[in-house]
């Protein structure tokens, strides 16, 4: 698929500028992504035009902020294809929306002896939450393994999640070994057994088109500032049943129906959920990310991004003692690729390529379990998204390839 990368890229204001006497090749996508103008306009526009609290007020701007606030809402909606907008819950990311799941469904739902299965390639978000959830009901966890490409071993997945299970928790891609999980398959394992599934969208929404319908999860948590938004915006959709059913972990104003001396009660879906003034502003702009993202559309920005894995992955698999971690084929992967140099620090091959303006992230990504598995205590890791190019991957390579120079001659 090819789309008109050029004229994408001037969207993107920061993108034009040099690092280190270079033109910036920004390949950190994984961790956050650029913004456009569209997006930034819309921040703007709200804070110079349309600043007011929001389901309040009666006065104009009051009111314009509530009706962009909630058209967005209904963006992310039509965004993921959920049934109503009372299953779209506004968050801070996807770390709050994975917290309010452990907390205020999954605290009532499992019990000691019960178990919560995970798989090896999950962030500390979709870990952390459910460790503490373990250890105050007296819950297991069980781990799914992974193949040796890096691929979830379903065989062993159809294995831990037994009758026993209660939440299955796994990340919908991820964010260090680039594949995509089969979700629907481990939807329906899930609910074969009793069991809900619990999925974190952050590496998948922004990357292709998302159905939580088609996918039959029952929760699934995603990142604004992934996907052009600002960060500090989030979005946890639930099947309404189970957020009637889930209670809010946070209180006090917007979250409430009435309120009494010794008790009160909350207020319909989505707004039980979200207490106090919520980030208007970054609400609003990820409703015009959505915009923009959809314009371009997703299937087409899916099948661009496949395409410049296809170009970039054998180039890289040809630089001797360069070890990639995840599947061979270009096409099991999402932008992700996660790379070491045999005898180079990850920190150092990402101060390297950020001499020559290139921006990559070097450490654990927050998945230490996993990179225990893989048996490494880091990887360096290049992320794309559309506005990237194929200049850009060259650029990669070339930097990649006058590094591994430096470390073994000392010469650039």
Same mark, same amino acid.
């Given at each position: 698929m090819t789309l008109d990368s050029e004229r994408i890229k001037k969207d993107f204001p920061i993108l034009f500028q040099e690092v280190n006497d270079e033109k910036l090749v920004y390949l950190d996508n994984a961790a956050t992504t650029q913004k456009p103008k569209q997006v930034l306009q819309a921040i703007k526009q709200y804070y110079t035009q349309d600043n007011a609290n929001v389901h309040r007020?009666?006065?104009?701007?009051?009111?314009?902020?509530?009706?962009?606030?909630?058209?967005?809402?209904?963006?992310?909606?039509?965004?993921?294809?959920?049934?109503?907008?009372?299953?779209?819950?506004?968050?801070?990311?996807?770390?709050?929306?994975?917290?309010?799941i452990a907390r205020g469904y999954a605290e009532k739902a499992v019990q000691a002896g019960d178990e919560i299965v995970l798989s090896y390639m999950e962030h500390h978000s979709n870990i952390v939450p459910w460790q503490q959830l373990a250890k105050r009901v007296g819950a297991t966890l069980k781990y799914?393994?992974?193949?040796?490409?890096?691929?979830?071993?379903?065989?062993?997945?159809k294995q831990k999640i037994t009758a026993k299970t209660k939440i299955v928790a796994v990340a919908?891609?991820?964010?260090?070994?680039?594949?995509v999980n089969p979700i629907q398959e481990l939807a329906q394992l899930a609910h074969e057994n009793g069991a809900i599934i619990v999925v974190d969208g952050?590496?998948?929404?922004?990357?292709?088109?998302?159905?939580?319908q088609v996918l039959d999860v029952d929760f699934f948590a995603f990142s604004g500032h992934k996907l052009c938004a600002p960060t500090g915006i989030g979005v946890l959709y639930g099947k309404q049943a189970l957020l009637e059913q889930m209670e809010?972990?946070?209180?006090?104003?917007?979250?409430?129906?009435?309120?009494?001396?010794?008790?009160?009660?909350?207020?319909?879906?989505p707004y039980k959920f979200e207490a106090g003034t919520p980030n208007i502003g970054g609400g609003i702009a990820l409703g015009a990310a959505i915009d923009y993202l959809d314009?371009?559309?997703?299937?087409?920005?899916?099948?661009?991004?496949?395409?410049?894995?296809?170009?970039?992955?054998?180039?890289?698999?040809?630089?001797?003692g360069l070890k990639i971690y995840g599947p061979n084929e270009a096409s099991k992967r999402t932008g992700v690729i996660a790379f070491n140099f045999e005898g180079i620090h990850p920190h150092d091959v990402a101060t390297a390529l950020d001499m020559e303006g290139i921006a990559v992230r070097a450490g654990h990504h927050c998945a230490q379990p996993l990179l225990k598995?893989?048996?490494?205590?880091? %990887?360096?890791r290049a992320s794309f998204y559309f506005y990237n %190019?194929?200049?850009?991957?060259?650029?990669?390579v070339a930097a990649l390839l006058a590094t591994k120079e430096f470390f073994n001659h000392g010469t650039f």
């Open positions: 007020g009666v006065h104009t701007l009051a009111e314009r902020a509530t009706a962009s606030y909630e058209r967005a809402r209904q963006k992310v909606r039509q965004f993921i294809h959920a049934d109503s907008v009372q299953e779209v819950l506004f968050t801070r990311g996807t770390t709050t929306g994975l917290n309010w799914i393994e992974l193949t040796s490409d890096g691929e979830l071993d379903m065989a062993d997945a919908h891609a991820s964010n260090v070994l680039g594949v952050a590496q998948s929404t922004p990357h292709m088109p998302v159905d939580v809010p972990v946070e209180f006090g104003g917007e979250m409430i129906d009435f309120v009494y001396l010794q008790e009160s009660t909350w207020s319909e879906l314009e371009i559309g997703m299937a087409n920005i899916h099948a661009y991004e496949a395409e410049l894995v296809a170009y970039v992955l054998p180039k890289l698999q040809a630089i001797e598995y893989l048996d490494t205590p880091a %990887t360096a %190019t194929k200049e850009d991957a060259d650029r990669l």
